[in-house]
């Protein structure tokens, strides 16, 4: 190779990589400009209610934002004792006016565009972002908006105890102690019990897809009457079956799987 072609050959080198910084630097200011809307929870203008478990900040729905408030201050008490807390954690809740806005504090600029029009709320850590009952969206209703922020305040105390724990756990916790739909034996004859793979999704699309809000509840059932509730919270902070249980967790699913056909009939 001569000195012409090789010298072409390190300015081909040399462009690809500068392509190639290009699209990184053009992909990750898109990715930071998208999330810009989840750097703060607070909006511009928010007030503030504070209680003795949880705390509020609302935008304009004041009148709603206080049926929340006075809901979640009430009930919060007995979850939190029985997840073990004995006194107020830093859980904060957060209520946009408009479902669109909760979206966007946790995709990002794109949330809205995801078509998740079920989507009202959620929690970040121990914050609880939750669209007004005032507005509640095209799928729920002023009840439903309402309600749920109990289920996302289960998330939140439990994040204390283990910031990452597993959605199938978690997410059975909080249908469990927020008194979610109750499961029907019908369940079994219209839909399909959730495979173990299933149940060790972290994707809030698969585990919604393969029936997580139907099915979980009775996991978290099913450990509490066998196991007892101590052990219930010792496997929600720790994940170690093995040692909590002295089982593997197929060997647990295996186990909830003959409860369901057995117990629901």
Not at 1 to 11: A, F, G, L
Request: proline share 3%.
């Amino acid at each position: 190779m001569n000195i012409t072609e090789r010298s072409k050959r390190k300015d081909r080198k040399r462009k690809s990589i500068k392509i190639l910084l290009g699209i990184i630097i053009v992909v990750s200011s898109i990715c930071f400009i998208n999330f810009i809307p989840t750097f703060h929870l607070k909006t511009s203008g928010m007030s503030k209610l504070e209680g003795n478990w949880v705390n509020v900040y609302y935008e304009t729905e004041k009148g709603a934002a206080e049926d929340v408030f006075q809901y979640a201050d009430t009930e919060t008490e007995e979850i939190a004792e029985k997840l073990g807390f004995n006194e107020k954690e830093n859980v904060n809740i957060y209520i946009y006016d408009q479902q669109s806005t909760m979206q966007r504090k946790k995709y990002g600029l794109i949330g809205p565009l995801l078509g998740l029009d079920w989507y009202i709320g959620d929690n970040i850590g121990t914050n609880v972002i939750l669209t007004s009952p005032a507005n509640p969206g095209k799928v729920h209703d002023y009840d439903n908006n309402k309600y749920a922020v109990l289920h996302e305040i289960v998330h939140a105390y439990i994040s204390v105890r283990n910031p990452d724990i597993h959605l199938w756990l978690t997410e059975g916790m909080a249908l469990y102690l927020s008194n979610g739909e109750p499961f029907y034996k019908e369940y079994l004859e219209e839909m399909r019990i959730p495979s173990y793979k299933d149940t060790c999704t972290g994707n809030p699309i698969r585990f919604s897809n393969c029936g997580g809000y139907t099915f979980a509840n009775t996991y978290i059932e099913y450990l509490d009457m066998t196991y007892g509730w101590n052990k219930v919270l010792e496997l929600m902070e720790t994940e170690d079956y093995e040692k909590v249980l002295g089982k593997s967790g197929r060997e647990i699913y295996e186990e909830w799987v003959l409860f369901l056909e057995e117990y629901y009939q």
